[in-house]
C-alpha cells in the first residue's frame, strides 16, 4: 500500500530544524509492508498545506501528517485541516482530562492556551497521545486515511509504533513485501562500481532495484525488492547477494544495513576486545563516531587527540627524530601513534591519522588532502597515504570514513 508523508513547519524550510520525522517513519512503514512514494515539507501557510494534502490524496490511499499540533499561533495544521475536510471543532473532555493527567505528572499548571489543545475536530477519530499533549487525528473516508500527529519526535514515534501502525495494518490488507539487503562497499569509486556491475543490473528481475549510496570514502549497495510473495523475494535477493559476493570480492566490508561504526562495535563486543584512537588532523571525530554507539564503554578505550608533535612524543611515544626528519605526515609517525595508542590506552586495536586538513598548510610534496591512516593490534600495523581534496570538512569527514574501513578490513 502506498503512503506520503507531508511535514509542516516553516523551521523545516529555512534549515532551522532537520527533518528527521520522515526518515524514521518510512523505515518503520517500510518493514511493515507500506511503501512510501513521496515526502513534502510545506511551511505554516494554509493554503500550501491544503494543496499539499489535495495532491497527496490524489496519488495514494494514506497520507501521514506530522506538525503544526502546537498551542501557539503559528500552529494552524488542525484549523486547516478542519477546513480542508469541511468540519470544525469541538471542546473534547477526553482529550482535555488526558492534558490535566500529563501535567500533573510533569508537575506543571495548564494555561489556556494548552486547554486549546483539547480542541479537534468533529469528524475524525481521536487518538490520545501518551507522549505527550497534542492528540493523534484520524481521517477516515472511504479507502482514504489521513493521519494527523505532533511534530515533536518523540511523540511521533510513540504514536506511530504504539497506535498508527497497528490501525493501518488493520485496515489495509497487505498487498506488498518490501525486503532491503544492503552490502558496504570500498576501495572502488562509484563510476568504476557501475561499470562493473552493468551486467549485473541489466539482468536484475523488474520487481528489485539497485541503489548507489555513496559517503566519503564508503559507498553502500542496496538491493530492494518490491513483491506480493514474500518467499520469491527472500530467495531472489539472497541469490543476488552471492552474484555480488563474487563480483566484489573483498570490496564488501560488510553485508550489514549499520552504519560503520556500529558494525565494528559489534564484531568488538561479541570478541571481547576493546580499541582506542590517537587522532591528529581528525581531532577527535573517530572517537566521536565509534562512542555514538550505544554501549560503546564495552569496548571503547579511549583516544589521544594528538595534534601538536610534543604530544604525539610525550604521550604517544613517537620518535623526535622521525618527526624531524620524514614530518608529522608520514608513515613512520603515523605506525607509531597507532602503537603508541595501543600501549597508553591498553586496548587490542588503534586507528591513528595524521594529515594536512586544509585550508593551509600544504607543500608540493605534502598538498592539502595528504593523509596518512594506520591501524595497528599488538602484532601487526597497517598504514596508508590517500590524497583527498583540498576542502577541509571534506577531508576530516573521508578520513574518518576510509579509517573506520581499513580498521573493519583489519
Known amino acids: 500500500m502506498k503512503v506520503e508523508i507531508i511535514t509542516i513547519g516553516d523551521e523545516l524550510l529555512i534549515g532551522q530544524v532537520v527533518d528527521t520525522n520522515s526518515a524514521w517513519m518510512a523505515n518503520l512503514l517500510n518493514d511493515n509492508g507500506f511503501q512510501v512514494i513521496r515526502k513534502v515539507a510545506v511551511g505554516d501557510d494554509a493554503s500550501d498545506i491544503k494543496k499539499a494534502i ?10 501521514l501528517v506530522t506538525g503544526g499540533l502546537g498551542p501557539t499561533k503559528d500552529d494552524i495544521t488542525l484549523k486547516t485541516l478542519c477546513e480542508y475536510f469541511g468540519t470544525s471543532l469541538y471542546f473534547s473532555d477526553e482529550v482535555h ?33 501518551e507522549a505527550g499533549t497534542a492528540p493523534c487525528t484520524w481521517f477516515e473516508q472511504g479507502d482514504n486515511v489521513l493521519v494527523s500527529m505532533p511534530g515533536v519526535p518523540f511523540e511521533m514515534k510513540w504514536l506511530m509504533e504504539n497506535e498508527v501502525i497497528r490501525r493501518l495494518k488493520k485496515k489495509y490488507h497487505r498487498d506488498l513485501f518490501i525486503k532491503h539487503r544492503t552490502v558496504v562497499v570500498t576501495g572502488i569509486p562509484e563510476a568504476a562500481l557501475a561499470i562493473r556491475l552493468t551486467d549485473f543490473e541489466n539482468n536484475l528481475p523488474s520487481f528489485i532495484k539497485l541503489a548507489y549510496l555513496p559517503q566519503s570514502g564508503i559507498l553502500r549497495l542496496r538491493l530492494s525488492a518490491y513483491c506480493d510473495d514474500e518467499k520469491l523475494a527472500d530467495e ?6 552471492c552474484q555480488l559476493r563474487e563480483i566484489l570480492k573483498n570490496h ?15 564484531k568488538l563486543r561479541s570478541a571481547g576486545l576493546a580499541i582506542g584512537t590517537a587522532e591528529s588532523c581528525t581531532g577527535g571525530a573517530i572517537a566521536t563516531l565509534l562512542t555514538s554507539v550505544p554501549g560503546s564503554s564495552d569496548y571503547f578505550r579511549g583516544s589521544v ?3 601538536s608533535n610534543e604530544v604525539k612524543h610525550h604521550l604517544l611515544g613517537v620518535s623526535e627524530s622521525d618527526l624531524m626528519q620524514y614530518g608529522a605526515v608520514s608513515r613512520q609517525v603515523v605506525e607509531q601513534m597507532a602503537q603508541g595508542a595501543l600501549q597508553v590506552l591498553g ?14 598548510g600544504g607543500t608540493p610534496e605534502k598538498p592539502v588532502g595528504t593523509v596518512w ?38
Open 54 to 63: 489535495e495532491d497527496a490524496r490524489c496519488r495514494v490511499p494514506i497520507v
Open 97 to 129: 482530562a488526558h492534558i490535566e493527567r500529563m501535567f500533573q505528572k510533569r508537575g506543571f499548571v495548564m494555561n489556556e492556551l494548552t486547554r486549546n489543545q483539547a480542541y479537534v475536530p468533529q469528524n475524525a477519530t481521536i487518538i490520545l497521545n
Open 236 to 241: 531472489k535477493i539472497d541469490s543476488l547477494l
Open 252 to 266: 564488501i566490508i560488510s553485508e550489514e544495513d549499520k552504519n560503520i561504526e556500529a558494525v565494528i562495535g559489534k
Open 305 to 307: 587527540v594528538a595534534y
Open 347 to 360: 586496548c587490542d586495536y588503534a586507528i591513528a591519522t595524521s594529515g594536512i586538513a586544509g585550508p593551509g
Open 373 to 410: 591512516i594506520a591501524v595497528a593490534n599488538k602484532n601487526t600495523v597497517i598504514s596508508k597515504e590517500y590524497h583527498f581534496t583540498n576542502i577541509r570538512e571534506q577531508n576530516i569527514q573521508r578520513t574518518v570514513n576510509t579509517a573506520l574501513a581499513m580498521l573493519l578490513k583489519f
